[in-house]
């Protein structure tokens, strides 16, 4: 559709190209669909508009009679306008993609590859808004890595760093693509799982448990971990408020033996 409606803009400027003849400019006009099609479509598209650009002026050279001393310059005149918008293109590709790898590492912990805090609480503040507008069930896992300052002193913090990206890899395997894992800090870890119910939610975390207590066996790591996890069947007040009821169940797990999981709902604006 974006494309679409750029080739019909085009036209219209070739059709005042036209009627205006080789005496009014109305170059820069070209632009206009080349930098959006850049900007908000794909390489592709970019790449054809710059060529259709280029083709619609060197016909328009070639039929409303503009004066060339040499036949070759009208050609020559094409490959440079060709190479303008290429470039033009080219750089506004360029600089979204740039702005768009600034906007993904804003949002990501550079150790696990994971959300960090901020992107995490941006994920889960846009599934709050959608659980109240749509009512749409979703559940929150709050993590904690039992012992790993064990890891640390024992095997070194490369070692550590090593386990951190492998919980981080275990719950992007255990957890769907359109849900959201984040490493809040240091080793707490969290997951939001869009559409879940409690159900669902459950079958996801024991998955979760047993794979990272096969990866911890497997490394001779001396590392459990403690869930607290809430399924929201209304939405939250906010981020804040679904983070803290999470938080606190996995402390309650910490206090009674840790390497367990307490899982509730909230349902009328309580724990049940």
């Given at each position: 559709?974006?494309?679409?409606?750029?080739?019909?803009?085009?036209?219209v400027?070739?059709?005042?190209?036209?009627?205006?003849?080789?005496?009014?400019?109305?170059?820069?006009?070209y632009?206009?669909?080349?930098?959006?099609?850049a900007?908000?479509?794909?390489k592709?598209?970019?790449?054809?508009i710059?060529?259709?650009?280029?083709?619609?002026?060197?016909?328009?050279?070639?039929?409303?009679?503009?004066?060339?001393?040499?036949?070759?310059?009208?050609?020559?005149?094409?490959?440079?306008?060709?190479?303008?918008?290429?470039?033009?293109?080219?750089?506004?590709l360029?600089?979204?993609?740039?702005?768009?790898?600034?906007?993904?590492?804003?949002?990501?912990?550079?150790?696990?590859?994971?959300?960090?805090?901020?992107?995490?609480y941006?994920?889960?503040?846009?599934?709050?808004?959608?659980?109240?507008?749509?009512?749409?069930?979703?559940?929150?896992?709050?993590?904690?890595?039992?012992?790993?300052?064990?890891?640390?002193?024992?095997?070194?913090?490369?070692?550590?760093?090593d386990?951190?990206?492998?919980?981080?890899?275990?719950?992007?395997?255990?957890?769907?693509?359109?849900?959201?894992?984040?490493?809040?800090?240091?080793?707490e870890?969290?997951?939001?799982?869009?559409?879940?119910?409690?159900?669902?939610?459950?079958?996801?975390?024991?998955?979760?448990?047993?794979?990272?207590?096969?990866?911890?066996?497997?490394?001779?790591?001396?590392?459990?971990?403690?869930?607290?996890?809430v399924?929201?069947?209304?939405?939250?007040?906010?981020?804040?408020?679904?983070?803290?009821?999470?938080?606190?169940?996995?402390?309650?797990?910490?206090k009674?033996?840790?390497?367990?999981?307490?899982?509730q709902?909230?349902?009328?604006?309580?724990?049940?």
């Open positions: 559709m974006l494309l679409a409606g750029c080739f019909v803009l085009l036209a400027f070739g059709v005042l190209d036209y009627a205006t003849g080789p005496e009014l400019a109305v170059s820069i006009f632009l206009i669909p080349v930098g959006i099609v900007w908000y479509g794909r592709r598209s970019a790449v054809a710059s060529l259709c650009c280029a083709a619609l002026w060197f016909y328009l050279d070639s039929t409303t009679g503009r004066p060339y001393a040499q036949d070759f310059s009208a050609y020559w005149n094409a490959a440079v306008r060709l190479s303008f918008f290429s470039i033009v293109a080219y750089l506004l360029s600089l979204k993609a740039r702005l768009k790898a600034e906007a993904a590492a804003a949002s990501t912990d550079a150790l696990t590859g994971a959300l960090n805090s901020r992107g995490f941006e994920r889960l503040e846009q599934e709050i808004s959608r659980s109240a507008r749509y009512a749409r069930r979703f559940s929150l896992a709050y993590l904690d890595l039992d012992n790993f300052k064990q890891v640390n002193d024992r095997f070194g913090h490369a070692t550590g760093d386990l951190l990206r492998a919980v981080a890899d275990i719950a992007r395997e255990s957890t769907r693509k359109t849900d959201h894992v984040s490493r809040l800090g240091g080793d870890f969290a997951l939001l799982l869009v559409e879940a119910g409690s159900e669902e939610a459950a079958r996801a975390i024991d998955k979760l448990q047993a794979r990272i207590a096969e990866r911890m066996e497997a490394q001779a790591w001396p590392v459990q971990v403690s869930i607290g996890m399924s929201f069947e209304e939405a939250p007040a906010d981020a804040k408020e679904a983070i803290r009821l999470a938080d606190d169940l996995m402390y309650r797990v910490k009674t033996g840790k390497n367990s999981v307490l899982h709902r909230w349902a009328g604006g309580a724990l049940v």
